[in-house]
């Protein structure tokens, strides 16, 4: 299991407040979390500050908790079933810290009143002062504490503390040059370890996927259950005729053209063959620090847009829409972009999300030209031209680039869509509605309503395929594809 610390920038901005103080010393807080567990990440969401009262730290030198504050702090945590966060300042530490023997002894002692009162692991955090780097541990037990790799701080901008001992630097390759020319060294350096995960593996997930390996990321997942069809051809990129008939998965497809765009020196493709309205699907994807949503169907934009609150992963989501004359001249095409976070609005109050659709598509309707036509509904738009998917997946990179390397120093822009016919980029100025259930639900991790439910259509679909045979001509194709890449690798 791995584990990892994730608060919302308010949150954050309070604790850092509080622990760099205008006279240089040490100080200390207290806070309380709740869990998102994924399938191999365990992630600590940092849910409210404990302020000190009077009388309840002390600051001379070494800043130390009463026991009383840690009481009250603990008793607190547990009316409302968190767990408790020890958390104090190293004013001149820089970078990912470590425990002196004062911070062990302390954090230690405190480990079995803390799991007595809540049952939850004691959290330790240091914030180092000179570049607000944060660390932490989980104390399982009272003899040696459990670090975890990342401390994300999520709003607008998405700041990461990586422990580099745990997830090292990764090694820049000459390929990389042009790129940390770019950004510079210390932005790829934590860029490249983010774990991305790209839901949906059709044009623009396909496209994403493959700039993202380019952009040296170390580990990117695709999440799709689809096949590539002769229709899907003419806009997914690198896609082959041969993939086509083969019926080969989309995630296949995209493994395939990653790693070979992929400029890491050990890049990995994670594969996941499930739908994210699954909950295995669901629970996978909270293994990651960022989320690309090329999906554009309701139930699964909605689970994106809910994780991006509950459990504090941004979600990078975006679209086209053409319109055509009854001519079939085009008439228009718009598309969007806009980052899922803490502090922004969420897609439904975006309008990008129609709440009621999701029983729909729930229910397989929206493909079911019965039922559109008797609730007057216009059936979903399929179309899509490879000349335009690209300004989709551009303007969601761009929205990654601006969430992760903070260019002009603002994070992620307000929503943008493009208004093809009056060539206009337009800000959107939609706001958060006032009791928006899913930014209601900010750091609530496991406590999340689910909207994942198990179905077997999507695992049907991934059975049947793995059983399909195929005639020989294909499978001669199949033995000519695999020499002829063996040949490509061997001669580069
Ligand atoms: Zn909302």
Redesign the pocket.
Known sequence: MRYSVAMTGEVETAMRDHLVRSDGQEDVLIATYVLSTGIERTTALIKRVIFPGDGERLVHGNASFTGQYVLRASNEARAQGHGVVLLHSHPSGKGWQRLSATDWATESEYERVAYAITKMPLLGMTLGGRDTSWSARFWFDKSTPTWAESVRSVSAKLAVTWNDEIIPVPRTTRSQQRTISSWGERTQASLARLRVLVVGGGSVGLDVAQRLAATGLVSVGVMDYDAVETVNLDRMIGATRLDAALGRSKVDVAARLMSSAATADRFQVLRHEVSVTDPVGMNAALDYDVIFSCVDRPWPRAVLNAIAYSDLIPVIDGGIALDTFPDGRMRNGIWRAHTIVPGR?????LGQLVVGDIPLDKEGLLDDPEYITGAHRDAPSRQNVAALSASVSGALLAQFVSLTAHPGGRGTPAPLRYILSTHTLEHSSAD??LY?P??GDTAIGDARTSLAEHREDWRTVVRDRAHTKRPLRLRIAVVAECILQRLLSLAT
Do not use: D, I
Not at 345 to 349: L, V
């Open positions: 609005p969420c897609m439904a109050c958060s509605g928006c899913y930014e």
